[in-house]
């Protein structure tokens, strides 16, 4: 039986997805709605963790209630669902996907962004075809990825794990990544900062195409 081929695992929000901008307006008018003060891409970046509401905690020196975080999280929703339509693929990466398929190998999508939202987003950016398996959020936000990073790999059928890399921009990606007994590379283009993400102790990269050719040779 033929070994199974490398396997890229792509997060979308921040990653194949360039929308770090629509984050931080949606996020600055999620703050506004409860009195917090706006926020810079640099403080973001330096602060943002998973699950959200750990995030706030840091921004505000405690946990939000549970009626905040109800307002914060739909206002965020909201906001985001309007700025998103400003946003596009990141730099180089219709070309990356394009030529990881045509190598004969596997790439697909995990995203903590709202599965009903993320399918047609995919499909009118023209790259549905790319992926053996495009999948969002299905639950509440806000949570964790590595439970549905094992239940992703798993459904996947002939992906080996130990042939899988995940490239994303946070560290829970990485997180994620090695619950679900696979490698991970992080770029640093989206809601992280290179401090942060390199406390993963993971290959941090600047650009998709650096991150592609460093999941090439750990997959091998």
């Known amino acids: 039986m033929a070994k199974p081929t490398a396997h890229i695992v792509w997060d979308w929000n921040g990653t194949l997805f360039h929308d770090i901008d629509a984050v931080i307006a949606a996020t600055n008018s999620a703050f506004a709605e409860i ?36 307002v914060m999280d739909a206002t965020f929703h909201r906001y985001y669902t309007e700025h998103r339509a400003g946003c ?31 399918i047609p987003l995919v499909r009118d950016l023209g790259i549905a075809s790319r992926f053996v398996r495009v999948e ?21 059928g002939r992906v080996d794990p130990g ?25 640093t283009g989206g809601s992280h900062s290179r401090s942060s993400l390199t406390a993963a102790g993971v290959p941090v990269v600047d650009s998709l195409t650096e991150a592609v050719q460093v999941a090439e040779e750990i997959a091998a």
């Open 88 to 118: 596009g693929l990141a730099e180089g990466a219709e070309t990356l996907l394009a030529s990881w398929q045509a190598a004969g190998r596997s790439q697909s999508i995990l995203s903590m962004f709202g599965h009903d939202e993320l």
């Open 136 to 156: 969002g959020r299905t639950g509440p936000s806000g949570g964790s990825k590595s439970a549905q990073m094992v239940r992703h790999l798993a459904a996947l």
């Open 35 to 70: 009195g917090l003060e706006p926020i810079t891409l640099e403080r973001y970046r330096e602060l943002y963790c998973v699950p959200v509401p750990r995030f706030y905690e840091r921004l505000m020196g405690r946990l939000p209630t549970e009626a905040e975080w109800l």
């Open 163 to 187: 042939r899988t890399v995940v490239i994303g921009d946070a560290v829970d990606d990485a997180v994620a990544a090695r619950d679900a007994g696979a490698r991970a590379v992080l770029y």
